[in-house]
């Protein structure tokens, strides 16, 4: 479309997404170019010169479509709180129209900018999940549950249906400055924003989450700066359980057990969520959830996200590998690329399931070199493997494994606490002051880049043989 008059472009919300994307398509299709475009949010929109919003102008050239990844991209995008990211996402979906390759190109630094600010929004939503806290209210119909939460972003709709389906059992109201959400049980609805005013503070229900943080609290391990870090101050202070910090600090040693006692017997399954205490599983979700917006080394900054463990969360075997990898990255989780077909296939030649296993990395996010638009592997180095301790020590005091497996040396020198190396480790057992043992065997990504076909067959060979020891030291510690 010819011109230079801007065209203004009303939306809902903020977070409009279905707005957005109904009113790009149309702009693509009739060549309207994303510079003449005022995208207004609300109600009466008009321009700078009192012009109003008029009608989409019409289209020129036939519908398009556009891969699923781009949509998904869009939709963190756009509750982002960046004023150009309806034009951003505009310019990236004229451009997929004559380039529909255009998003796996890494290096695009469109692509690229969208990415961070989708990631922003995920760390953002996650945030939310981790460090909303609520308190109690007594009114006319009985308990209520009231929370107050200051997001960065346009996350709250997003984050709807988390809450509903972790609380579904109890009523409670989200208030943060820019809308609120009420669910009474049956119907969730939205408010007005509100200011901090409107919470209310302490309450009987601060014991919950008294208990719930209790067990996934590592007190051997604790550092108050980097617990501030992994909190930001932000959120910090709206949290009933910060005050447990010191207490938690001086008994240390001696509430270790108990606490995971506590986070294994206390907390029964099916009270998951509600106020009388959360399961294994509830607490190791907590978990995944701060740690998908950890930024205790920069290696969080490049990722993608958080790539935590998984399986199964009583496991009594362990494997930790180094880091995710490239499609590890884009996945979300362990051992789906190259590396972990080569661990999958392994696995089930020495007779072990994977599913019944608990697999986890030394290092949570991808280190790579950009080159060009590939992302090669870069390996972490020692502050960045002693940073992410703090996921592995909390992993292993949630699941406790009877059986852990280094794999590499980077996975050893996270379990044992030193620097090691795979031939002087290899083949024996390494008690652990937790009762567990550790065994160390090679990385399966060493085997694949083995250039010498006979000698990478023979060091598969010896690999499946160690995990078939393993499998059979397990049986012998089950006794
Ligand atoms: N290599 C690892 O160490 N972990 C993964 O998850 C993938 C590759």
Known sequence: MTGTTSLIVPLDAEDDFDGWRDAA????????????????????????????????????????SVPRAFLDLARSVIGHRDPERFALLHTALARLREAPGLMQDQADPLIRRLEQLAK??????????????????????????????????????????????????MRWTILTPELSLDWDGE???????????????GDPLEETWKTYYAS????????????????????????PETALVPALIAGAQAREAGMVAASHTAMTKGEAGTRRGASRETSWEALREEAAGCTRCPLF????????????????????????????????????GPAGQMFDKALAEAGLDRAAAYVTNAVKHFKYEQRGKRRIHAKPNGPEIDACRWWIDQERTLIQPRLIVALG???????????????????????????????????????????????????????????????????????
Do not use: C
């Not at 463990?309 to 180094?322: K, Q, Y």
């Open 25 to 64: 398509r149309a702009l693509v299709r009739a060549d309207v170019s994303p510079d003449r475009v005022i995208w207004q949010v609300g109600e009466g929109v008009t321009d700078l010169f009192g012009g109003a919003a008029g009608p989409l102008p019409a289209a020129t050239a036939p519908a398009f």
């Open 120 to 169: 922003e929004v995920r760390r953002d939503i996650h945030k939310m999940r981790a460090f909303l806290r609520f308190r109690e209210v007594a009114d006319g119909g009985g308990a209520r549950f009231v929370a107050w939460f200051e997001p960065d972003h346009h996350i709250v709709r997003a984050n709807a249906d988390f809450f509903l389906n972790r609380f579904a059992a």
């Open 187 to 201: 119907t969730l609805r939205e408010g007005p924003g509100a200011a901090r005013a409107d919470a209310p503070d």
């Open 216 to 239: 996934i609290f590592n007190p051997a391990r604790v550092k108050v700066g980097a617990m501030l870090k992994e909190m930001p101050r932000k959120y910090w202070k709206n949290m």
């Open 301 to 336: 900054k490049p990722a993608t996200q958080t790539v935590f463990g998984e399986g199964r969360i009583d496991a009594p075997l362990m494997f930790v590998g180094e880091q995710p990898g490239d499609q590890e990255d884009l996945a979300g989780r362990p051992f789906v």
């Open 409 to 479: 040396a980077t996975a050893a020198r996270s379990v044992l606490g030193k620097a090691v190396t795979i031939a002087a480790t290899r083949g024996t057992p390494h008690p652990l002051a937790d009762g567990s043992e550790a065994w160390v065997t090679v990385h399966p990504s060493y085997l694949l880049r083995l250039p010498d076909a006979q000698a990478a067959e023979a060091e598969y060979a010896r690999f499946v043989e160690d995990l078939a020891r393993m499998k059979a030291r397990l049986g012998e510690l089950a006794g």
